[in-house]
């Protein structure tokens, strides 16, 4: 994964909303919750919830799959381990000083 690929996915849990309600699916495993579940849990009016589902299903965050009138929201979890992986691949590794950078739009 590169940086202009993963960054939208650090975007949608940058707000505080959101972050707390991936966790709680991340909480609920594989099983997921419904969207009422989670307004009951979170206290949140069921248009910001949808505004703030709908932020993490675009950032690929969380999966929906519609059973009949019910909604089941997923963590991904092939997503969560790639965004780990991505801040953790090069831990340690240390930093080469002497390379020169060359500009992102050099000709």
Same mark, same amino acid.
């Given at each position: 994964? +590169?940086?202009?690929?993963?960054?939208?996915?650090?975007?949608?849990?940058?707000?505080?909303?959101? =972050?707390?309600?991936?966790?709680? @699916?991340?909480?609920?495993?594989? /099983? $997921?919750? *419904?969207?009422?579940?989670? $307004?009951? =849990?979170?206290? @949140?009016?069921? +248009?910001?919830? +949808?505004?703030?589902?709908? %932020?993490?299903?675009?950032?690929?965050?969380?999966?929906? /799959?519609?059973?009949?009138?019910?909604?089941? *929201?997923?963590?991904?979890?092939?997503?969560?381990?790639? @965004?780990?992986?991505?801040?953790?691949? /090069?831990?340690? +590794?240390?930093?080469? =000083?002497?390379?020169?950078?060359?500009?992102? *739009? %050099?000709?």
């Amino acid at each position: 994964m +590169s940086e202009k690929t993963i960054a939208p996915a650090f975007a949608a849990l940058g707000h505080e909303a959101r =972050l707390k309600i991936y966790r709680l @699916l991340v909480k609920a495993g594989d /099983e $997921g919750l *419904n969207i009422g579940e989670i $307004g009951r =849990l979170m206290g @949140l009016p069921a +248009s910001t919830l +949808s505004h703030h589902l709908g %932020a993490l299903v675009q950032a690929g965050l969380v999966t929906q /799959e519609k059973h009949g009138r019910e909604t089941r *929201n997923r963590a991904d979890f092939d997503v969560m381990r790639d @965004l780990v992986g991505f801040i953790t691949d /090069e831990c340690c +590794s240390g930093v080469d =000083l002497d390379v020169a950078r060359e500009p992102e *739009n %050099a000709c």
